[in-house]
């Protein structure tokens, strides 16, 4: 094996000028394929997070009344009707939560007791969406601390958190009086323990939070809730385990892929998009790779047949060449990923936000240099095949005589 490392390195080290022109190829396709492929990866991961800061995995719900057709002897009604749907509660929600707690996928759990009301300040009344939760169990689907912008997480029995487009329009401030009407004479003030940003105009206006049992009490629901949000391990996989938890609990399971769907329909686009841009580019390395070995092999006839002439098999003679390749893709794709990662760092610092924030964010995960490396040392191994196999069955006293 010490042969053939020495070989492989002294012909790379003679043709300086072909082994610098290959290494700053495959150096530049890598470091395209690192900085794509870091953009794409930041992106849909902002993407996901900002779409998921707000929601939770997978929502159930009661299932839905359907109407039965009517049967006769004589005849079949076969026009059915979907039936109006009405409030609908989950009354023994423990097990239905215990149930999908069992579900190996699913991680935590958090009970809503959610409807409409009208918030009401000096004669002023703005629709509102009520939504009762325990707040520890909620924050653990809806990280809230980055939310907060006025006042304390905290909902201490007869206290609200509203969001900042609802305070402004009211003219509130935490410690501020609200009245909430439910309607049916359910009427209750709150006190405001804090102000929220949910990052979208229309949650701020509608969404407030308060405690499960003031909601319950409020919306006219005493041990009842409206809907169970739970969170799970895979997040690409949170459709089938949806599946799951509503075969065990015979609720109806909506996942977030499934409320999303033109979001994901654009993510898998992207996505392909940019696989097809990195198989291109390594097309490319490869193509580079192989041509400057063919060259080499054709340069070298005299040395490869005085190596065979000497008796080196050819199956030495073929892993030389097969090292080359393997050699350029290894150094080619760690330059290639330290230009890449460099090009996208940089890239994510200039094109920022107002409030300093990167607009591209970047991730540069270890996993995307360990697979780009291996990927690069492969496609270097496989390009040089060709290469290696011409030298390997080249005729010693042709390749002396024609070298």
């Given at each position: 094996m010490q042969?053939i490392?020495?070989?492989a390195w ?5 043709g300086?000028?072909q ?12 470091a395209v394929?690192?900085y794509?492929t870091?953009?794409?990866n ?8 900002k779409?998921l800061?707000t ?5 159930l ?5 359907d ?13 059915v ?17 215990d ?8 991680k ?10 009208f918030?009401?300040?000096?004669g ?8 009762g ?5 909620y924050?653990?689907i809806?990280?809230l ?7 304390r997480?905290?909902?201490?029995n007869g206290s609200v958190?509203i969001?900042?487009?609802l305070?402004?329009d ?10 909430f009407?439910?309607g ?5 003030s709150f006190?405001?323990s804090g102000?929220l940003?949910?990052?979208l ?8 939070l308060?405690?499960?049992r003031a ?18 391990d895979?997040l690409?996989h949170a459709?089938q385990?949806a599946?799951r ?13 499934e409320?999303?769907?033109q979001?994901?329909?654009?993510l ?6 940019s ?5 291109f580019?390594?097309?490319a ?22 190596l065979?002439?000497m ?5 030495r003679?073929?892993?030389?060449f097969?090292l080359q ?9 760690a330059?290639?990923?330290?230009l890449g990662?460099?090009i ?8 920022a936000q107002p ?16 697979s780009?490396a291996l990927?690069?040392?492969?496609v ?9 196999r011409r ?7 042709e390749?002396?005589r024609?070298?």
């Open positions: 042969f490392w020495t070989v002294r012909l790379l080290r003679e300086r000028f082994s610098v022109l290959i290494l700053s190829g495959v150096t530049l396709g890598v394929v690192v794509i870091a953009i794409v930041g992106l849909q991961a902002n993407l996901i997070n779409t800061s929601q939770a995995h997978i929502v719900r009661p299932a839905d009344e109407n039965r057709a009517v049967v006769n002897q004589a005849w079949v009604l076969s026009d009707q979907k039936r109006t749907q009405r409030e609908r509660t989950l009354r023994d929600w423990t097990a239905s939560r149930l999908a707690l069992a579900t190996p996928e699913v935590h759990s958090a009970a809503l007791a959610s409807g409409p009301a918030a009401v300040k000096g002023v009344r703005k629709s509102v969406s009520l939504m939760v325990e707040l520890d169990d924050q653990r809806v990280p601390q980055e939310k907060l912008r006025a006042g997480l905290a909902l201490p958190m969001g900042v487009e305070a402004e009211l003219g509130l401030k935490v410690g501020d009086r609200l009245r009407d439910a049916g004479d359910r009427e209750e006190t405001i102000i940003d949910f990052g105009k229309d949650l701020n206006r509608r969404w407030v308060l405690p499960l909601a319950q009490s409020l919306l006219g629901h005493p041990l009842e809730i409206t809907e169970l949000y739970l969170t799970v895979d690409f459709d385990t599946l938890v509503a075969a065990r609990t015979g609720l109806k399971a909506e996942s977030w892929i409320s999303n769907a979001l994901m329909t654009a898998r686009s992207q996505r392909a998009s696989t097809m841009i990195r198989v580019v390594m097309i390395v490869a193509f580079g790779i192989a041509s400057v070995l063919v060259v080499s092999v054709v340069q070298r006839q005299r040395e490869i047949g005085i065979r002439a008796g080196t098999p050819s199956s003679i073929m892993w030389i097969l390749g393997g050699m350029v893709g290894l150094v080619g794709s330059a290639g990923s330290l990662a460099a996208a760092s940089g890239f994510s610092r200039l094109a409030d300093g924030t990167p607009l591209f964010p970047v991730d540069l995960s270890p996993e995307l240099f360990i780009t990927t690069a040392t492969l270097g191994v496989l390009s040089a095949l060709a290469p290696a030298a390997a069955r080249l005729d010693p006293v390749a002396i024609y070298g």
